[in-house]
């Protein structure tokens, strides 16, 4: 049996279930109103994001693989080898395995808001990497990293791996602490692999968030599901329409809810009225360039950076060194 015996689940309620719900029912009484994109994932939202990755009009995941899948040598070359993976929101944890054997990695620290995803993901790692060491963090990461204890564990320098230009769904400010908040978690050794989707044309952007299936019509309606479950709410999914554009001053596609009608919903004891047309925000997706990215990592006081791309240019991945 591995000396470390079976994988073990680190539960830091940064935050408690109530004030996170506290400050979903607040933001419902906004003008605008706004749901935080981290309420999208419940098991259904999962089953649905999974699908998003799938579509043809959805770039970005096959993008970023084709980017791994071509440069994985060049990129394992910057980066500590025997080191502790950190896979920030590692969901099923299917894009840090290809990973782990370039790297000689030792130790692997799936970071999550859902205890159920980190069980199906230690699950699939212990099965396929019996000389890795499995550890699954649930936390909150929309919240201070606080993540020292656990790396203290190993002496193994950390490589923080945050794939999928999640980064994205923060406002610039809010992605500069997270930035920070994983620099001061790097020794001196350790280093940032990140991927972030480019500016391209708005055309591709809309239809990647507004695809012809409807699937991420779905994926953005099932939070008000989330949001009755809740909170004892009753929105009604069909009452409300999808939209999602792209705001080229503030470089983000805007995904909304939009009210089909004067409404009146409950939300436990309260009412929210809802004019005809009048917008709930549920997600930013910002997009950058190899540059402005490059400035935010530099702001959050990394140095050395390198960065890949496809040939169009559309997808970037960076390896930051502290
Ligand atoms: C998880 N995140 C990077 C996705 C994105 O592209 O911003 C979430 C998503 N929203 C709609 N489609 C995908």
């Known amino acids: 049996p591995a000396p470390w015996g079976p994988p073990s689940i680190v539960v830091d309620a940064v935050e408690d279930r109530a004030s996170q719900l506290a400050a979903l029912r607040a933001g419902l009484f906004e003008h605008p109103a706004q749901i935080s994109p981290k309420f999208f994932y419940d ?3 999962c089953a649905l994001y999974s699908a998003i990755c799938e579509l043809q009009e959805y770039y970005p995941t096959r993008t970023e693989a084709a980017i791994f899948d071509r440069y994985r040598g060049a990129i394992a070359r910057r980066l500590p080898r025997g080191a502790q993976w950190v896979d920030l929101g590692c969901g099923d944890g299917a894009k840090s395995w290809p990973w782990l054997e370039p790297v000689g990695a030792r130790r692997w620290l799936g970071v999550d808001i859902s205890p159920q995803w980190l069980r199906i993901s230690l699950d699939a790692g ?3 990497f019996p000389d890795v060491e ?5 936390t909150d990461f929309t919240k201070p990293l606080r993540l020292q204890r656990v790396l203290r564990r190993s002496p193994a320098p950390a490589v923080f791996f945050y794939p ?7 406002t610039p400010a809010e992605a500069l602490v997270l930035l920070r908040s994983v620099r001061e978690h790097l020794g001196a050794d350790g280093r940032l692999l990140i991927g972030v989707d480019g500016v391209k044309e ?7 968030y507004d695809d012809a299936l409807g699937v991420t019509a779905a994926f953005n309606l099932n939070v008000l599901r989330v949001v009755n479950r809740e909170l004892g709410a009753d929105f009604d999914p069909r009452r409300f329409a999808h939209r999602a554009v792209f705001n080229p001053h503030a470089g983000r596609i805007e995904m909304h809810l939009v009210s089909r009608e004067a409404q009146t919903v409950r939300i436990g004891h309260d009412e929210r009225h809802f004019d005809d047309g009048e917008a709930v925000v549920t997600e930013y997706s910002y997009k950058y360039t190899a540059q402005s990215f490059s400035a935010l990592l530099r702001d959050a006081g990394f140095g050395a950076l390198q960065h890949w791309s496809d040939d169009r240019e559309w997808f970037h991945v ?4 502290p």
């Open 43 to 45: 098991a259904q939202g």
């Open 134 to 138: 499995f550890v699954g963090v649930a």
């Open 164 to 170: 999928g230009s999640s980064i994205g769904n923060f």
């Open 202 to 208: 708005r055309h591709v952007l809309e239809a990647a």
């Open 318 to 321: 960076f390896v930051a060194a």
């Open 126 to 128: 212990t099965g396929r």
